[in-house]
C-alpha cells in the first residue's frame, strides 16, 4: 500500500512552513561554511601548511553555500507562485 502525501498546510500553518524552510536554509549556509573553514584548518594542522587551505576551503565553502543558497531560494520562489496562482495563500488567485 502506497502512502498519501501529507496535505499541504494553509493560512497561518503554511507562512510558518515557509518559515521553517527559510530558517533551515540559513543554518545549511552557515553549515556549509564552518564546516570547510573546520576542514581547512585540520588539513592545515596535518600538513603544516597554514593558512593556505584553510582560507582556500572556505572561498570554496562560501561559493558553495552561495550556490545551494540561489538554487533553494529559486526553489522556494516557484513553489510561492504557484501556491499564489492556485490560491493556496488565502489570496484570490491571480488571473
Known amino acids: 500500500m502506497l502512502a498519501t502525501p501529507p496535505e499541504r498546510p494553509n493560512g497561518p500553518d503554511r507562512a510558518l512552513a515557509r518559515g521553517m524552510q527559510y530558517a533551515a536554509l540559513g543554518i545549511e549556509v552557515a553549515g ?11 588539513l592545515d594542522v596535518k600538513f603544516g601548511t597554514n593558512p593556505w587551505l584553510l582560507l ?10 552561495m550556490l545551494q543558497l540561489f538554487r533553494v531560494a529559486q526553489r522556494l520562489g516557484r513553489e510561492a507562485e504557484e501556491s ?12
Not at 556549509?32 to 573546520?38: F, K, L, Q
Not at 582556500?56 to 553555500?65: H, I, Q, Y
Open 32 to 42: 556549509i561554511v564552518a564546516g570547510s573553514a573546520w576542514l581547512g584548518w585540520w
Open 56 to 65: 582556500t576551503l572556505v572561498l570554496l565553502g562560501g561559493a558553495a553555500a
Open 84 to 95: 499564489d496562482s492556485r490560491g493556496e495563500n488565502g489570496n484570490e488567485p491571480k488571473a
